[in-house]
Structures are given as structure tokens and as C-alpha cells.
């Protein structure tokens, strides 16, 4: 999810990227919850956080 910025500003349809977005970020957390390892819920963890600190660059830049 680090690219997100740089698939929302590339994006045509805003609307259909979030979209796209979503869904891949949900079945990429469906795919951890299956990690045979059992690493899934850490991973899923980092990922969550990663994804926030994404969000707020996004939000910081849109409010600049």
C-alpha cells in the first residue's frame, strides 16, 4: 500500500482506484490470515500501520 499516492495521482477515475485499492488491500489481509507460518496477524499489523502513515501523507499533502 505504499504506492497509493502514486495510484491515486496517476489515476483517470478516482473513484474506481480507491476502489481497486480497497479490494486489493483486503485480499492481500484474507491471503496473511491464511499465513502458514503463523506470522499472518503481525503482518497484517504492519501492514495496517503502514497503510495509516500512507493515509496521513496523503491527507497532509491534500491539505497543503
Request: charged share 30%.
Amino acid at each position: 500500500m505504499s504506492s497509493i499516492k502514486a495510484a491515486l495521482e496517476q489515476a483517470d477515475e478516482p473513484d474506481k482506484s480507491i476502489g481497486k485499492l480497497l479490494i486489493e488491500f483486503y485480499e492481500h489481509m484474507k491471503r496473511l490470515e491464511k499465513d502458514p507460518e503463523g506470522h499472518g496477524p503481525g503482518k497484517q499489523a504492519v501492514l495496517i500501520v503502514m497503510t495509516i502513515a500512507d493515509m496521513k501523507k496523503i491527507s497532509q499533502h491534500i491539505n497543503q
